[in-house]
């Protein structure tokens, strides 16, 4: 039999609440703990790799602005030119005892004396930043070099190094929030993509247990009306639909018993009209009671058979 085509709507999906929820939610359920799953593994591991890029970039290394001046280096003072200081003079009884003695000292004096002017070695006081220390060269030498001077910078290149320096961590600065930023985006795509996936699935179900509910529930309703005596016209399954051979079956055997029925009919029909020919319903009483009880039969199955 040929059938109308009945378009699938939204609103009647839930036919068969029992089986089409239960299917649905246990598909949609097991998706969410697997994407659950994958989720935590996939962000420790992001995780991971963004703690060690973010290492990466606070590891490298910037330029370096040289200090203005060094306030630790060593200060060297040169006291060769100072005078040296006389010794205190000895007492009265010293003087007397030792006068004699004192003359001939003196001439040594004299002659120390005339030695420290002709270029006896001068005495060189060197103060550090923790200690002093003082050298008598017994001899003149040659002094030590200067320690090394690191060249200045002129205010140009001190600007230039300056601006370097904070690009270099403004770009470091960058990268951590862009490393970060790409970190937060795993997790947002994750998120999305299992809740997509879950309510996917959970429409999904619903649609495709409705293309099974759907011909049973046509099934139903056709068999609760050959049981209170009615045989519609059985349309055809909308596309896509499950349990087609089953559904195939059920046709056939409804079509036959609506062929019985109209043969039942026709032979109801000639014989009401046999006995109406031959006018046993004249006659009869009985005759007339069995032909108005045919007549009812017969009403009752053209009724049902719409």
């Not at 060593?74 to 000895?90: F, M």
């Not at 862009?178 to 959970?202: C, D, M, P, Q, W």
């Not at 079956?249 to 039942?264: M, P, S, T």
Request: charged share 25%.
């Amino acid at each position: 039999m040929s059938g109308r085509a009945y378009k699938r709507s939204w609103k009647n999906l839930l036919i068969n609440k029992r089986y089409q929820l239960r299917f649905t939610l246990f598909m949609a359920g097991l998706a969410a703990v697997l994407m659950t799953l994958l989720g935590w593994w996939v962000t420790r591991v992001a995780g991971e790799a963004t703690t060690v890029a973010k290492s990466r970039q606070r590891g490298r290394i910037c330029p370096t602005v040289p200090a203005v001046a060094d306030a630790r280096a060593p200060v060297q003072v040169d006291v060769g030119d100072l005078q040296p200081v006389a010794p205190p003079e000895p007492g009265a009884s010293g003087a007397a005892a030792g006068g004699g003695a004192a003359a001939g000292s003196g001439a040594a004096a004299g002659s120390a004396g005339g030695d420290g002017a002709d270029g006896a070695a001068r005495h060189r006081v060197i103060i550090d930043e923790s200690s002093m220390r003082i050298d008598a060269d017994a001899a003149p030498e040659t002094p030590p070099p200067p320690p090394p001077v690191k060249p200045a910078i002129t205010p140009e290149q001190r600007a230039r190094l300056e601006a370097e320096r904070a690009a270099c961590e403004k770009d470091i600065a960058h990268q951590i929030a862009k490393i970060e930023r790409a970190n937060r985006n795993i997790v947002y795509v994750l998120v999305g993509s299992g809740l997509l996936l879950t309510l996917g699935l959970a429409l999904f179900g619903i649609k495709m247990t409705h293309r099974v509910a759907g011909p049973l529930h046509k099934v139903t309703l056709y068999l609760a009306k050959l049981r209170d005596g009615r045989y519609d016209k059985v349309y055809d399954l909308r596309k896509g639909d499950q349990l087609v051979e089953f559904y195939e079956h059920f046709k056939h055997a409804h079509a036959g018993v609506v062929a019985l029925e109209e043969a039942d009919l026709a032979r109801i029909k000639a014989a009401l009209e046999a006995l109406e020919a031959d006018g046993v319903l004249a006659r009869s009483a009985e005759a007339r009671a069995a032909a108005d009880a045919l007549r009812e039969v017969l009403a009752r199955k053209e009724a049902s058979l719409v």
